[in-house]
């Protein structure tokens, strides 16, 4: 007996679902193709140009994605994808906007052979959590102790960098740091703000250092002739001012005589005497005195006689920096002059001002009791390079604290997606229906990583990725493309190395960010009356003048599509009435 003929399962929508599905697809991707020549380390850099003139070289994808003017909704959703890879990794954020890019490619290809979406968004999601954990069954155990191997992954991130020369130098700093202030008791608890950096132009990246204590950016008060260089320095960080007294209501005080004017003189000067007396009866021989918006900080008068006191004093310290001040130094903040006790004091062996480049900081070392923090110094030719420097240091911290966090190694030079892509191949064929379809075009998808990778190196991107397929079938799942010798080598031996947080992380990301443009079918824009109700209140009103007046004109709005048809009624009304008063006639 033949079997009854199955009904073909395909999706049909409407034309208006389909162009909105189209747009949103369209944009993203063309986003995604923006950043997609920046990735690896033979990839372009990208220049910003901002209106008021400020410029920026960079091929950090969330920098440049932040930086671009995105007006459509769904592209917007790309952005911020980036920054979320950027909070969870700090690494990669081009890499997720291209896989990202190379999925919704698949949908739109699915979605023309007439696969439903929500199929598509569920066989996505599965398949990208089989790829998290083909991903661990391929990752190396790193542990925290083995320096050299957190050294390896910090310079396979600065690789990709403008500053990818210097990666000696910025990627033992990077690794130092997070170690320092890393507990080891609870390491998961990493706080990369405990680490400071600062940038001062003049010099070159070499001349970076990574500096055992703290470094202010403020030169020391020198207009009274106070002291730029302290031994044995007791550091008092107040937040109170060391000026005169002012009301909290503006107001005048008219004085109508000499008299009067010295007394007023002599009070002011009374009170910053006995200020600076209580500061130096504390022992305090360095004051970093916090910024101040109500009244000024500090005097000249207060900085005549903390110089006769032969007190070093650094101004303009910033509110957002006293917590880090305050751990590194191990002393407390003061808020009045009362409380200025030795035991709130910091100890170090020496304060000293020193020239660097064309300006000059304030170094503090040999810190007692110091807390776990740590200041990296970084110095450049100009604005440009310091700024990238700064970004690409960063990211290394980034991909440290990753290995902190989850301490697995895995290879990198798209060696995981093309492992990935072939396992996932053998896993759909398990599969049945769409399903197994839709997870084959997941699997495709992760090989625009390989592919641009050889693109943007000038090599044949078809052979590389065809070799590089070749060779994972044979079962060398660390192999992966070496952009430096223009081969395919072992990743591991070539000691090209990555967090496996920053893949998985990457892949689903970008998976739940597909999933979300795909299950939109219709932009729904705000009108006026719906803005001016939410404002004022008189929503409802306007919405019935609105209406009474498509009423009149007999005009209906459907979404963007409006048609007339008050005119046709009116037309045929008056054919009506012409063919009755005919026939009465006729009667």
């Given amino acids: 007996m033949a079997q009854p003929k199955q009904k073909h399962e395909m999706y049909k929508e409407s034309a ?18 923006a950043v997609r020549t920046s990735l690896g380390p033979k990839g ?38 980036s920054k979320s890879q950027d909070v969870v990794a700090g690494d990669g954020t081009t890499s997720v906007v291209v896989i990202c890019g190379a999925l919704l490619k698949k949908c739109q290809e699915l979605l023309a052979q007439g696969v439903h979406p929500t199929v598509i968004s569920d066989s996505f999601n599965k398949a990208a959590n089989k790829a998290c954990e083909i991903l661990e069954s391929i990752a190396i155990p790193v542990n925290l102790e083995d320096r050299e191997s957190l050294l390896r992954a ?9 500053v990818s020369q210097y990666s000696s130098l910025l990627s033992p700093m990077a690794v130092d740091s997070v170690l320092k202030v890393m507990d080891p008791n609870r390491p998961g608890l990493l706080d990369l703000r405990d680490i400071r950096v600062v940038c001062k132009s003049g010099g070159t990246i ?81 004051l970093l005195i916090q910024k101040s ?37 191990n002393c407390l903040p003061i808020a009045h002059i009362d409380h200025m006790k030795p035991e709130k004091l910091g100890l170090a062996k020496i304060v000293e001002e020193v020239d660097c480049g064309k300006g000059s900081v304030v170094k503090i070392t040999g810190i007692e009791n110091s807390g776990r923090t740590a200041t990296v110094l970084l110095r450049g030719s100009n604005k440009l390079v310091l700024e990238e420097a700064d970004r690409s240091l960063h990211d290394a911290l980034c991909v440290i604290r990753c290995l ?22 053998d896993w759909s064929r398990t599969l049945q229906g769409m399903e197994s379809f839709c997870v084959r075009a997941f699997a495709q998808a992760l090989e625009v990583v390989p592919y641009t990778l050889a693109e943007n190196a000038g090599l044949n991107p078809i052979r590389i990725v065809t070799e590089l397929r070749s060779m994972h079938a044979a079962g060398q799942k660390y192999a992966g493309i070496n952009v430096k010798k223009n081969a395919i ?24 960010c597909v999933r979300m443009i795909l299950k939109i079918d219709d932009i ?38 409006s048609c007339a048809y008050g005119k046709e009624n009116e037309r045929r009304h008056e054919g009506k009435t012409k063919e009755s008063e005919n026939e009465k006639g006729g009667g």
Wanted: glycine share 6%.
């Fill in 293 to 329: 918006i109500l009244r000024d900080a500090v005097s000249e008068l207060a900085l005549h006689y903390l110089a006769k006191a032969k007190i070093l004093v650094i101004r303009d310290i910033e509110r957002d920096d006293i917590e880090f001040i305050s751990k590194t130094l």
């Fill in 404 to 425: 902190v966090t989850k301490r697995f190694l895995i290879p990198g030079g798209a060696s995981p997606e093309m492992e990935i892509d072939l396992q996932l191949n």
């Fill in 44 to 81: 372009m850099d990208k220049m910003v140009a901002s209106p008021d003139g400020q410029v920026i070289i960079t091929n950090d994808g969330a920098t440049i994605l932040q930086k671009m003017t995105v007006v459509q909704p769904a592209a917007k959703m790309l952005v911020e994808l």
């Fill in 524 to 561: 729904v824009p705000v009108g006026n009356s719906e803005v001016k109700g939410g404002k004022g209140g008189g929503g409802e009103e306007e919405e019935s003048r609105r209406r009474r007046k498509t009423r009149e004109d007999g005009v209906v709005s459907v979404g963007n599509r």
């Fill in 154 to 162: 910090a310079t396979t991130s600065l690789s990709s960098k403008v």
């Fill in 16 to 33: 208006r679902k389909k162009d909105v599905r189209t747009t949103n697809i369209e944009a993203a991707k063309v986003v995604a193709d």
């Fill in 206 to 286: 070499d001349d970076s250092e990574m500096v055992d204590g703290i470094v202010f950016d403020q030169k020391t008060a020198k207009t009274a002739g106070g002291p730029t260089r302290m031994d044995n320095a007791k550091i008092g960080l107040i937040q109170f001012q060391i000026s005169p007294p002012k009301p909290d209501m503006e107001n005048n005080v008219i004085v109508s005589d000499y008299t009067q004017m010295d007394r007023v003189y002599k009070e002011e000067r009374n009170y910053i005497l006995n200020a600076v007396k209580k500061i130096k009866a504390s022992g305090c021989n360095v």
């Fill in 489 to 512: 080598t072992d990743m591991v031996e070539a000691k090209v190395v990555q967090p496996l947080l920053v893949t998985t992380s990457a892949l689903t990301l970008a998976t739940e």
